[in-house]
């Protein structure tokens, strides 16, 4: 199981009970290639953390599962 999830110190949360399964449009837009999918839940996870919080992964999310958290700085 993959570190990140369970992280709240992360660029990407993904709240795993609104995740589809197998859906990949999270992963698709980030431009970092930071998201993944967890082969055996079928859910997206942030693997590394490395972020240009340039938002089109929570954008493109259908369900709001996707949250970038903005530094305050940047804000």
């Not at 660029?11 to 970092?32: F, H």
């Not at 055996?40 to 259908?62: F, L």
């Amino acid at each position: 199981m993959p570190l990140a999830p369970q992280r709240a110190d992360v660029p990407v949360t993904i709240d795993e009970s609104k995740c589809i399964d197998g859906c990949t449009l999270c992963v698709d837009m980030c431009p970092l290639d930071s998201l993944a999918i967890d082969e055996s839940s079928g859910k997206a996870y942030m693997h590394v953390d490395e972020c240009w919080y340039c938002g089109p992964c929570a954008a493109r999310c259908p369900t709001g599962a996707v949250m970038v958290n903005i530094p305050y700085l940047l804000r």
